[in-house]
């Protein structure tokens, strides 16, 4: 047996353990399709569910099976977009960032297993609880929306209660995992797979202003930040207790420490960030990406990605 | 070959590629020969430099070759610290927090090897460049002080720079490993070997409140939290990048987000503070423990942890 093959592997029908992360806007059909072509499943970054965007990317996917990840606190108002994500048959329904309770029932009614990310050991047993079958536990150096719990730590105390209390559940980790390396070590932490955000971030297929992308290429992990600027920026109503990693740039050296003079100027500021963001102009607009960002040299084709990430696993791991 | 014989092993004549980490005030004479004896690398926590306790310490070690380490920015003013530790011929100088340059040249004229742990990829270069023989790559999992990098990332972007500019130089990961998982998935990520703090606080050996050890044992990883409010309660002069991980409390629960409120009632604070770790009363002073937390739930003689990592990490990969 190929030491790639888990629970996750079989559960779903993979060649590798691997999820690529419903990064919102960042995540189209295209990327999806692309990770679930070669052998991982990918997910449609359904976001704070714009229904036509969603309709797109799914139409862009084509017949092959993805999943797609909603951003739970911003469905609270708009639960017709769940319905509309399930009635394309994904292959998962991903949850992240709020309470999954009534989204679970309501994919576990059409048959649609549930993937919940989730940040601390607390909502990692709620979500259990709840009935998800895949728990994806997410560390701090995630790139965009997330908290202060580190992979290293998260995913072996979720693996214990897991042992103990839910044998039959699964678990990713998130945050961090960028090469064969990180998968192995995932591995090797109880995990029985990886959910990737910004290595496939920086894939060919993923929608993505290149001026960001080559902000990316040239940085240290060193030079990411969790901060809540860009959410403001954006009047986005996010929960105090998320915060997003970013590249650190001018925007962030300005109001990070400064939310209440940013709440200020909030529409003179939200203007100047939204024309950045269009621009690519990488010293307003913030680039989404994780500590990952250090491992990261290249932009490839997701399928290279995915097949790069999985030899290198399986050198490690000593069976090639 | 053993699995866990690496470049770290080979170097300092090792059993396990595992380093007990010199905290402070917990990490005395007997667990770091309790640590060596049983195949790892004890270090001594020398903290702030009191030259007393250092002394008292290396003689409860015995005979036993041990390491010891300092809070580096700590050292300026009284350089003669480093001196004295050199002087018991250490197995190992260990420099964390702050320029490492002029004790790794003091060492050097020694021959004493130098360990320096860095919590960012810019100070782990610089450290490279210095001439340290190991790099111990922290991340903010980590029980007291630290920064915000994670292991996860860190340990495997500074394994990318040391293969391309330094290739002699050794490697180990900190940060949230408490067990053979977290030891197995360190090799994966880059590192030649670990260290290890708060599983080895949670020893028989280290020098610890009883009721700081209970505490630890009930709490998740969840309840840990970065901050600065007990460096304040203690009057020391920490430079303000480096927070110390400790169980949320009380105290942190009061003043976390009111440090401005904590200095002007210093006097007050640190009277009670200082009344409190005396006494072991958890609700005012803070435990000083990492994310692992979570994962510990007894209290063992280090020798038994000890052999319990490196028997569990050699199952998990694959030679066991």
């Given at each position: 047996m190929n030491v790639l093959t888990t629970r996750l592997t079989e559960k779903f029908g993979l060649?590798?353990?691997?999820?690529?992360?419903?990064?919102?806007?960042?995540?189209?059909?295209?990327?999806?399709?692309?990770?679930?072509?070669?052998?991982g499943l990918g997910l449609i970054g359904?976001?704070?569910?714009d229904q036509q965007w969603i309709e797109n990317e799914f139409q862009a996917a084509g017949n092959i099976g993805v999943g797609c990840g909603v951003i739970t606190w911003a469905m609270k108002d708009k639960p017709e977009v769940v319905?509309?994500?399930?009635?394309?048959?994904?292959?998962?329904?991903?949850?992240s960032f709020g309470d999954p309770k009534d989204f679970i029932e309501k994919a576990h009614k059409k048959d649609v297993p549930v993937i919940c990310q989730?940040?601390?050991?607390?909502?990692?047993?709620?979500?259990?609880?709840?009935?998800?079958?895949?728990?994806?536990?997410?560390?701090?150096?995630?790139?965009?929306?997330?908290?202060?719990?580190?992979?290293?730590?998260?995913?072996?105390?979720?693996?214990?209660?897991?042992?103990?209390?839910?044998?039959e559940t699964l678990l990713c980790a998130a945050g961090g995992i960028a090469d064969g390396r990180g998968l192995a070590a995932a591995l090797m932490l109880g995990a029985d797979g990886v959910l990737i955000g910004s290595r496939f971030w920086a894939s060919e297929e993923a929608i993505v202003h290149s001026k960001m992308l080559d902000?990316?290429?040239?940085?240290?992990?060193?030079?990411?930040?969790?901060?809540?600027?860009?959410d403001i920026a954006r009047r986005l109503n996010w929960p105090e207790r998320y915060t997003a990693r970013v590249l650190k740039n001018g925007f962030t050296h300005q109001w990070h420490h400064d939310l209440d003079g940013l709440l200020e100027n909030q529409?003179?500021?939200?203007?100047?960030?939204?024309?950045?963001?269009?621009?690519?102009?990488?010293d307003v607009a913030?680039?989404?990406?994780?500590?990952?960002?250090g491992l990261i040299n290249s932009i490839e084709p997701a399928a290279k990605i995915l097949t790069s990430i999985a030899d290198e696993?399986?050198?490690?791991?000593?069976r090639k």
């Amino acid at each position: 047996m190929n030491v790639l093959t888990t629970r996750l592997t079989e559960k779903f029908g993979l060649k590798y353990p691997v999820f690529s992360a419903p990064m919102a806007f960042a995540s189209g059909g295209k990327l999806a399709a692309a990770v679930t072509n070669a052998g991982g499943l990918g997910l449609i970054g359904g976001a704070y569910g714009d229904q036509q965007w969603i309709e797109n990317e799914f139409q862009a996917a084509g017949n092959i099976g993805v999943g797609c990840g909603v951003i739970t606190w911003a469905m609270k108002d708009k639960p017709e977009v769940v319905d509309q994500i399930l009635d394309h048959k994904p292959k998962a329904l991903f949850l992240s960032f709020g309470d999954p309770k009534d989204f679970i029932e309501k994919a576990h009614k059409k048959d649609v297993p549930v993937i919940c990310q989730v940040q601390t050991f607390k909502d990692a047993k709620h979500a259990i609880h709840c009935g998800a079958e895949v728990i994806v536990a997410q560390g701090a150096e995630a790139g965009g929306h997330g908290e202060s719990r580190s992979t290293f730590t998260l995913v072996p105390e979720v693996a214990d209660y897991i042992c103990g209390n839910a044998p039959e559940t699964l678990l990713c980790a998130a945050g961090g995992i960028a090469d064969g390396r990180g998968l192995a070590a995932a591995l090797m932490l109880g995990a029985d797979g990886v959910l990737i955000g910004s290595r496939f971030w920086a894939s060919e297929e993923a929608i993505v202003h290149s001026k960001m992308l080559d902000a990316a290429l040239v940085a240290s992990g060193d030079e990411t930040i969790r901060s809540s600027v860009m959410d403001i920026a954006r009047r986005l109503n996010w929960p105090e207790r998320y915060t997003a990693r970013v590249l650190k740039n001018g925007f962030t050296h300005q109001w990070h420490h400064d939310l209440d003079g940013l709440l200020e100027n909030q529409d003179e500021q939200a203007d100047l960030w939204r024309a950045a963001w269009q621009e690519g102009n990488t010293d307003v607009a913030n680039t989404f990406v994780g500590e990952a960002a250090g491992l990261i040299n290249s932009i490839e084709p997701a399928a290279k990605i995915l097949t790069s990430i999985a030899d290198e696993a399986e050198r490690l791991l000593g069976r090639k």
